[in-house]
């Protein structure tokens, strides 16, 4: 079973940075796609970008769209969302999830009911 493990969230005035990272408990994991969800409280889990097992294809959600770069280090079993010019909007608890469905699959979900295991969650919240 894989365990997912974030870190690197906090408390960053807007226009600020910060960069999240994802640790990944099995070597099976450089197999699979990952991704990044948020969720603030009273609204659904979204998307935020989302990686295939190699990171030759990524995917960003449009409110982050040139701000956010999610990639990968399968040597390290890491994962890693860059967020840059941070706005209030995308105060958030921020989730790391893996796509166990199909290895070495080219395409990527942006289905949250593809992703088989999370992790527990860092808290970004941007001040103004």
């Known amino acids: 079973q894989v365990q997912l493990v974030e870190s690197g969230g906090g408390l960053v005035q807007a226009g600020g940075s910060l960069r999240l990272s994802c640790a990944a408990s099995?070597?099976?994991?450089?197999?699979?796609?990952m991704a990044w969800f948020r969720q603030t409280p009273g609204k659904e889990r979204e998307l935020v970008a989302a990686?295939?097992?190699?990171?030759?294809?990524?995917s960003h959600a449009g409110s982050v769209k040139g701000r956010f770069t999610i990639s990968r280090d399968n040597a390290e079993n890491m994962v890693y969302l860059s967020m840059n010019s941070l706005k209030p909007e995308d105060t958030a608890a921020y989730y790391c999830?893996?796509?166990?469905?199909?290895?070495?699959?080219?395409?990527?979900?942006?289905?949250?009911?593809?992703?088989?295991?999370w992790g527990q969650g860092t808290q970004v919240t941007v001040s103004s």
């Open positions: 999830a893996t796509d166990q469905q199909e290895p070495f699959a080219a395409m990527i979900s942006t289905a949250l009911v593809a992703y088989d295991y």
């Open positions: 990686i295939n097992w190699n990171g030759g294809r990524s």
């Open positions: 099995t070597r099976t994991f450089m197999q699979y796609a």
